[in-house]
């Protein structure tokens, strides 16, 4: 059996050879054009060493994806080796890169012959075929430059800013300022309930008997307080199908022409319900003052004590015929 090579095969290779001399002559000469473009100044630039101590990420890719450069920055954000990384890592196969957009920001820079910057993302080393010291998430701002060739683009380089500490800070500021609405959600609920605990506490309704109800006003009675007093006549009166309502102010250091009002307003709107509102506690200084004040206490009952404001409450619900309160129910 003849091992020895054909002339076709021979002759292949030599084509082959004379290809990869004439691309070597070619770079050769563009780099001789280049050293006599050049100042003595420019010559003398140690690329490779700013290369290395710019305070951002580089990283250098084939067109093909292929790793053929990475500054100490670029591997120290992500715990890169970079004997396992240069030359052996390729960028488009890589499933973390994959995944987050990364490789298709760089397949459209160099397609498009454009610098293609991403919105911050998240690259998880653990999900990457990227040597590295150990595991861990980083945030990048990435851009990817494209650097022409004779045939399209031949490099891409990728520039990183890793903001990884200021997203946390970020995230931080935020889960904090959650925190505190949540805290300012809480406090005014709790707010809510103490007022309506003090709304309860200030306007007590308390059922004594079928169809009667107490209301004990104690301290100062204001508009606002005036206003509860109504809210919570009726409602207890519709709730407790009361016939009778007692207002008890003994309680109420002064009636001043706004209590009273706020109280003729209370028997008004209970009257309308088809029930009677009885006011007890009236002392004589009171008494003195509603005349001075001139109200009209008509369509109120009074009673100068509690006790017998109840005693007639007692005997006007006794004396209510069921079929009246049905109808009133």
Do not use: C
């Not at 079929?323 to 129910?329: E, F, H, P, Q, V």
């Amino acid at each position: 059996m003849n091992d020895e090579p054909t002339y076709e095969a021979l002759r292949a290779e030599n084509a082959a050879l004379r290809a990869r001399v004439n691309v070597l002559e070619r770079a050769l000469a563009e780099r001789e054009v280049l050293e006599d473009t050049l100042t003595e100044h420019e010559r003398r630039v140690p690329y490779r060493k700013i290369f290395e101590a710019i305070p951002v990420g580089l990283g250098v890719y084939r067109r093909d994806g292929l790793s053929v450069a990475m500054n100490r920055n670029s591997l120290d954000v992500i715990g890169g080796v970079k004997d396992e990384i240069i030359g052996k890592f390729n960028i488009l196969t890589d499933p973390a890169s994959i995944s987050m957009g990364f490789v298709a920001n760089f397949e459209q820079a160099a397609a498009e012959h454009t610098n293609i910057t991403m919105p911050p993302t998240s690259y998880d080393t653990s999900g990457s075929t990227l040597a590295t010291v150990d595991d861990r998430v980083v945030w990048t701002e990435t851009t990817y430059i494209p650097i022409p060739g004779d045939d399209g683009t031949e490099y891409v380089v990728e520039f990183n800013i890793d903001v990884t500490s200021q997203l946390r800070a970020k995230q931080a500021i935020e889960q904090t300022q959650r925190a505190e609405a949540e805290n300012m959600r809480l406090q005014a609920e709790i707010i809510r309930m103490q007022e309506e605990t003090l709304r309860a506490l200030s306007t007590p309704l308390i059922p004594i008997a079928e169809s009667v109800v107490v209301m004990p006003l104690i301290g100062t009675v204001n508009s606002k307080r005036a206003q509860q007093v109504i809210e919570t006549l009726l409602e207890g009166v519709m709730a407790h199908r009361a016939a009778v309502a007692i207002l008890d102010v003994t309680g109420v250091p002064v009636v001043d022409a706004e209590v009273a009002n706020g109280l003729l307003q209370a028997a008004q709107a209970v009257s309308l319900l088809g029930a009677e509102v009885v006011l007890t506690g009236i002392r004589p200084e009171i008494a003195r003052t509603l005349v001075e004040l001139g109200t009209d206490l008509r369509g109120l009952v009074t009673r100068s004590t509690l006790q017998s404001g109840v005693e007639h409450a007692l005997r006007r619900s006794a004396g209510v015929r069921p079929a009246t309160l049905a109808r009133k129910r």
